[in-house]
Nanobody
Framework: QVQLIESGGGLVQAGASLRLSCAASGRTFSTLGMGWFRQAQGKEREFVAAIAWTGGRTEYGESVKGRFTISRDNAKNTVDLQMNNLKPEDTAVYYC?????????????????WGQGTQVTVSS
């Protein structure tokens, strides 16, 4: 099993930046492909970003490309999501996800492990 705990959510104004962090435990972190999804109220879960278990590959959802950056720190067992130039449409609950030995994946079914989520609200 893998436990994921997100932090860093909050309320910000449009144009601001926010950094989410996810701490993982339960499996060797360096073997985990990590990612972020989000879900806005009344909408389906949306792929945000992913980073390969090797750390050498990243991918992003179209709506966040150029604004969000995913990174990992294997020494701290954490994965971060730096979010810049936030927009009201970025408002959602953000979930950290993990899958062992995964190099890519943009579907919720690609990730068996999910955190509880952290709320990000962007006001206009």
């Amino acid at each position: 099993q893998v436990q994921l705990i997100e932090s860093g959510g909050g309320l910000v104004q449009a144009g601001a930046s926010l950094r989410l962090s996810c701490a993982a435990s339960g499996r060797t972190f360096s073997t985990l492909g990590m990612g972020w999804f989000r879900q806005a109220q009344g909408k389906e879960r949306e792929f945000v970003a992913a980073i390969a278990w090797t750390g050498g590959r990243t991918e992003y959802g179209e709506s966040v490309k150029g604004r969000f950056t995913i990174s990992r720190d294997n020494a701290k067992n954490t994965v971060d999501l730096q979010m810049n130039n936030l927009k009201p449409e970025d408002t959602a609950v953000y979930y950290c996800v993990a899958s062992q030995f995964r190099s890519d994946g943009s579907k919720p079914s690609d990730y068996p492990y999910w955190g509880q989520g952290t709320q990000v609200t962007v006001s206009s």
